[in-house]
């Protein structure tokens, strides 16, 4: 009785009150059921009260009383509201709350995976006022606008979006405020006027001078508007990379979402000087020197998120070539249970952590995903106790507690230099960004002989091929085997779309590829068809496949014999090492990903 009434008396800070005490079945997301048309909640009979959000998710199962009671009890310390909270601790996920706000509500669930809103009905609303309020106009019918909201109940959006879209009615529909976001963006798109700056650009003196070699770039010029669209949508569609490619007579724009480039922009050949200009005045890097490589860094804020940038140019037979790496500062540090390690693969690469000493290197080629892992490492690492210094380039994510060092070639600091220093700062714990030459290499390899515990990346196909590079950079073998206690290599894949996931028959070509790596083709496969939240791509989001080779007797034997690279491979496997095309096929298995992105993803040379 004392759980009831607390949660009675606390619960009614979650959103306004309803009345029937048996609530309705959940309304199909794929059919929106009939609503008032002025879109205010479903009234019901008098006196009766409608249920609360609480008491709803205990009916449903999905919560016990004691977890309702106790999120209650952290919200009036966060003043959260309760909804929000049981998302964020993890008790409810985003749907089941939305779902179960729809009956409190009477609102119907609006579909944002498959249904795209409507482009006339969405441009209603101005993207402003979409952004504050977590709104989309979803379509248009007999004089009323369907508007979803992460927050129905909210007035602001009835009587804000009412005046906008007037003299339409607003109807509401609810979506789960991640759905919202993201139909944000796919709808609004930055780059929608992109035709209207072109046409400013060729029109004025600074498109014509562009064209004749001038690098003059005023704040206000349309080529300035264009760089903060294309630096806005690349953070909106999740981009990695963002490639700006001079080609004969027009200019390619192009964004690296989940690993694969994908075509954006194609404008004319006179704005690629000055795109690349402006570019290098925010990077504070030499605009006039256009014949050698550069780099440089910009710091800026997009959509409220500050957000770090790494530019690189260089000289093409079309023109300079720019390429910038998007880096998001707020977004989110992987925990090491949360990369995609096999749970075998995991305990084995923990117990490596726990070494007082000695080296732990991550292999694999560019954008294989090895920064995160070390970063995740070092998550698990990081403790009071401990003296934890990195030496990167650049530094990509900022701990708090931890010493981090930029390279600085200018200043005299490169991994080499920098080691020595850290070396001297008495630290139990180092994370060297990459070994790139025997200089670096040896250093890593003293200090973790001397007793301290090493993270480092290299640039390798796979674990076995991680021992030879250490051996071509003029490392002994028997230092290798004294300080390396294992190396994990690593792919990304892409996963298939969890919003449109289906089941398929893949083509002889690749079941015979799976059958050759071990996979069963009786199994079940699964592919995704594309949908508005997946940028039609069928995937979404990448994970790890991983191999660790643990330094065992045998191994290091086969090493101080100089053993081919098969040898070792062959020790390995007998040690219980599952290789990176296991860990592909696996997933596969598990309907996580497809035989084509294994196919082109995971290699080994």
Request: glycine share 8%; with cysteine.
């Amino acid at each position: 009785m004392a759980n009831r009434r607390l949660l009675r008396r606390r619960a009614a800070t979650t959103g306004p009150a309803g009345e029937d005490d048996t609530p309705p079945d959940v309304p199909q997301e794929s059919t929106l059921p009939p609503v008032p048309a002025d879109g205010a909640p479903q009234e019901s009979p008098a006196g009766q009260e409608r249920p609360r959000i609480g008491e709803l998710l205990v009916r449903r199962g999905l919560l016990t009383p004691a977890q309702v009671d106790e999120a209650l009890l952290q919200q009036s310390a966060s003043g959260k509201r309760l909804g929000a909270l049981l998302v964020e601790l993890g008790m409810v996920d985003e749907r089941s709350l939305t779902e179960a706000l729809s009956v409190q509500l009477g609102v119907p669930v609006a579909d944002l995976h498959h249904s795209e809103p409507d482009p006339e009905a969405a441009a209603r609303v101005p993207e402003a006022l979409a952004r504050s309020l977590e709104v989309v106009a979803v379509r248009r019918t007999e004089g009323a606008l369907l508007i979803a909201a992460a927050d129905p109940s909210d007035p602001r959006v009835r009587e804000e979006v009412g005046r906008a879209v007037a003299p339409d009615r607003v109807r509401l529909a609810i979506a789960p405020p991640s759905d919202i976001r993201r139909s944000i963006d796919s709808t609004y798109r930055a780059l929608a006027g992109v035709g209207s700056l072109v046409e400013a650009f060729e029109a004025t003196e600074t498109g014509r001078a562009a064209a004749s070699g001038a690098r003059v770039v005023s704040e206000d010029a349309p080529v300035v508007h264009l760089v903060n669209l294309m630096l806005t949508q690349g953070l909106r569609d999740r981009a990695s990379d963002i490639h700006i490619e001079p080609h004969g007579d027009r200019v390619r724009v192009r964004y690296r979402i989940d690993g694969a480039l994908h075509d954006v922009l194609s404008l004319p050949e006179s704005m690629g000087p000055s795109l690349v200009s402006r570019i290098k005045i925010m990077a504070n890097m030499n605009i006039v020197d256009r014949r050698r490589p550069q780099d440089g860094q910009i710091a800026t804020e997009i959509d409220g998120r500050p957000v770090d940038i790494r530019v690189a140019t260089s000289p093409t037979i079309w023109g300079e070539k720019a390429v910038l790496r998007l880096l998001d500062s707020n977004r989110t540090l992987f925990r090491l249970a949360e990369l995609g390690m096999p749970a075998a693969t995991y305990e084995r690469f923990s117990s490596l952590l726990r070494s007082p000493y000695g080296m732990v290197a991550c292999g694999g080629p560019t954008g294989s995903g090895k920064t995160t892992t070390l970063y995740a490492t070092l998550g698990e690492l990081n403790q009071s106790e401990r003296n934890i210094t990195t030496i990167e380039d650049p530094v990509e994510y900022v701990f708090p507690s931890i010493n981090q060092i930029q390279i600085n070639e200018q200043a005299g600091i490169s991994f080499a230099t920098g080691l020595r220093s850290i070396l001297r700062q008495d630290p139990d714990v180092i994370l060297v960004g990459e070994i790139r030459d025997a200089e670096t290499a040896r250093i890593a390899v003293e200090s973790a002989l001397t007793g301290h515990f090493v993270l480092s990346s290299i640039h390798a196909g796979d674990a076995c091929s991680a021992l030879h590079r250490f051996a071509d950079m003029g490392i002994e073998p028997f230092l290798i085997t004294s300080t390396v206690a294992g190396v994990v290599s690593q792919r990304l894949v892409r996963r298939i779309c969890d919003q449109c996931r289906e089941p398929y028959r893949p083509g002889v070509d690749e079941l015979a590829f799976f059958a050759e790596a071990g996979g069963s083709t009786d199994a079940g496969f699964w592919q995704g068809r594309g949908c508005n939240f997946c940028s039609r791509t069928g995937y979404q989001d990448r994970i790890g496949v991983f191999e660790l080779l643990v330094m065992s007797d045998a191994v290091k034997r086969l090493l101080v014999e100089k053993a081919p690279i098969d040898g070792l491979r062959r020790a390995a496997r007998e040690e219980h090492m599952d290789s990176l095309l296991d860990g592909g096929v696996r997933l596969v298995e598990e309907g996580v990903t497809t035989i084509a992105e294994i196919m082109s993803s995971v290699y080994v040379v």
